[in-house]
């Protein structure tokens, strides 16, 4: 039982995403609950075992909300409004939930799993036609996303591009806040209350929903137009930039053992499994997950103080040899997969089955029909974004 007497880790770890940083297994094996400093100068604690992490996410001890407190240790400056942390007790308290939910379900859009495959299909086309090398990122993977998350949204197709260079500044990590990012959230943020308020009103997708619960008795007076937009602009930051970055991974880790891609093209049924596996071994979270202890909790030897910080490194726990037999071994046959990639807890991420068709779908597109896909540089040789709360290669070009 210890916390002073521990020594301060390095944090952020590397921000190469084709590698577990090495600090990782070391803190998981010597101190699974570690002093970090972050970025801000404040001290955090720094969780990196299955067992622990998933005590974290768990207890309702642990608030993600109260991190976006005033005065509290942080993890880096916020970005965007405080009450914009906390966008499902939002979507909770003011009726929304079933509106959210229906939106995030493969099952409510009984046209999404043929508009998703020709929609990457479509996008492989155009890459094809421009010819080796092709650029994966900006080519398939951003607008795949994007795309899926304005027919979510129910906004023009066309429009992708503007909101993903608003996420491009909204989701910077910086020890101190910065000039563009109110006006970039707020830039946003009126697009979305321009669409919901257009002329014909929005009829598809959460806005359309949303749309029709403003003229609902039971809700109208409990929501204002900019909490809707909120909602809405929200769920498409954290969205677009999770399913485009877990895709980007996915797609890496592919090319790195080009066996398993020929394993898809030879067993397509084995899909599923293996974007569960791909899901466990991805390292775009980035920075960890940050909760702030409502009350003094003890963490394995370390008693956590109400007040401080708490940081669940994914990556930690999704490469615990206790939970995970060979960790490092990307295994598609996996008997139990319990990874904690979407999260855990009433945080557990709503959109995880969304998620799921969304990266079947495109992989399966993308072995298919460039069966002899591979990096047009060594993998090494990625540039991967600094200050970005996701771990991303700024370009990811290939040749087939």
């Known amino acids: 039982m210890t916390t002073s007497a521990q020594r301060e880790a390095i944090f952020p770890l590397s921000r190469r995403g084709d590698v577990l940083p090495a600090e990782a297994t070391r803190l998981r094996e010597e101190q699974p609950v570690a002093r970090v400093r972050t970025m801000t100068g404040d001290e955090a604690w720094l969780v990196s075992s299955y067992a622990l992490a998933k005590q974290v996410l768990e207890d309702d001890r642990f608030s993600l909300k109260d991190t976006a407190n005033p ?3 942080r993890q880096y400056a916020l970005t965007i409004p405080p009450e914009v942390v906390n966008n499902m007790g939002n979507i909770n308290s003011a009726g929304l939930r079933n509106a959210v939910m229906k939106t995030l379900s493969p099952r409510a859009d009984k046209e999404l799993d043929g508009w998703l495959e020709a929609e990457a299909h479509r996008l492989i086309d155009t890459l094809v036609a421009h010819g080796a090398p092709g650029e ?7 607008p795949y996303s994007a795309a899926l998350h304005c027919r979510l949204l129910g906004i023009p197709a066309d429009d992708w591009r503007r909101l993903m260079s608003g996420i491009d500044l909204a989701f910077v ?5 910065f000039e563009g990012s109110s006006p970039n959230w707020y830039k946003d943020l009126g697009y979305m209350l321009e669409r919901l308020n257009a002329d014909p009103g929005p009829t598809e997708g959460l806005l359309g929903r949303f749309a029709a619960l403003r003229r609902s008795p039971e809700v109208s007076d409990q929501v204002d137009d900019e909490l809707l937009a909120t909602v809405a602009l929200s769920l498409f930051g954290a969205g677009a930039v999770s399913t485009s970055a877990f895709l980007l991974h996915a797609v ?3 090319l790195q053992q080009p066996e398993l891609a020929d394993r898809l093209r030879a067993e397509p049924a084995v899909i599923g499994r293996a974007v569960d596996e791909l899901l466990r071994v991805n390292l775009s979270i980035g920075d960890a997950l940050p ?3 409502l009350a003094d909790v003890r963490l394995g030897e370390v008693l956590v103080k109400e007040g401080e910080l708490v940081l669940v490194l994914v990556e930690g726990a999704n490469f615990d040899p206790e939970v995970f037999p060979h960790p490092e071994k990307i295994d ?3 008997e139990s997969n319990p990874h904690l990639a979407f999260g855990a807890g009433q945080h557990f991420c709503p959109a995880s089955a969304l998620g799921r068709t969304h990266a079947e779908i495109a992989l399966t597109a993308l072995v298919e029909r460039l069966p002899g896909l591979r990096p047009a540089l060594p993998v090494e040789q990625l540039a991967w974004r600094p200050g970005f709360i996701k771990r991303l290669p700024e370009r990811l070009p290939v040749i087939w």
């Open 136 to 142: 994966l990122r900006d080519g398939f993977t951003e």
């Open 71 to 73: 005065g509290v240790p």
């Open 291 to 293: 909760r702030l202890a």
């Open 252 to 254: 890496i880790a592919l």
């Open 332 to 334: 598609f046959d996996r």
């Open 173 to 177: 990590t910086s020890p101190a806040p």
